[in-house]
């Protein structure tokens, strides 16, 4: 009974560590192949309007991918900040000022957080006829953007982390992502079909 109960602890106490192994695994691989397109998860803008530090690396992530012919076309997603600045039209100007045609580029601003993101991207390539999708964000934010999109219907589903910054509020960050992974297989999708 004790050994039983020292053996649950161990995995109940481990479970949390290799978990978040494994996201950090996923979001650091780079899944080098094509998809119909990219989509780049909004962040904060600054108050000047330019993108911030974590926003412009998964932007220059999705430019990378376009301008590689990796992708034939990126989907910005954010909503209104604090800054009072639509993060998705902020995002989209970044990549028309570095040559990305606007054709190319599809604003989603209702992409709150992760799940209406999501939904909103499952809408968006259906519409179009798109069935493969990466998703650019920090390398902690993969597995669970991943799954978001998978569990909407979007069974094409690759990683491409934005340019790998490790910094002070990365523990706090693999830890919501360890508890979001959860949270997101447990939440309700709509109809997928």
Do not use: C
Not at 25 to 39: F, H, K, N, P
Not at 41 to 61: K, Y
Not at 125 to 130: D, K, N, P, S, V
């Amino acid at each position: 009974m004790l050994r039983a109960l020292r053996r649950a602890l161990a995995v109940l106490l481990l479970w949390p560590l290799v978990h978040t192994l494994v996201i950090v695994g996923d979001g650091l691989r780079d899944e080098g192949r094509e998809a119909d397109v990219a989509v780049i998860f909004g962040n904060r803008v600054d108050e000047d309007g330019a993108p911030s530090p974590w926003l412009r690396e998964r932007l220059d992530r999705g430019l990378s991918l376009y301008r590689a012919g990796r992708v034939k076309s990126l989907i910005v997603s954010g909503g209104l900040g604090r800054e009072g600045h639509e993060e998705a039209e902020v995002m989209r100007r970044y990549l028309e000022s570095r040559g990305v045609p606007s054709a190319r580029v599809i604003e989603d601003r209702d992409g709150y957080d992760t799940y209406r993101t999501a939904r909103n991207v499952r809408e968006i390539m259906t519409a179009r006829g798109y069935r493969s999708a990466f998703v650019v964000s920090q390398y902690y934010h993969i597995s669970r953007s991943k799954l978001a999109l998978r569990r909407w219907g979007v069974d094409e589903v690759y990683g491409a982390r934005a340019r790998l910054s490790i910094g002070p509020r990365d523990p706090w960050s693999l830890a919501r992502e360890f508890l979001g992974y959860y949270v997101y297989l447990a939440r309700p999708y709509g109809d997928v079909a």
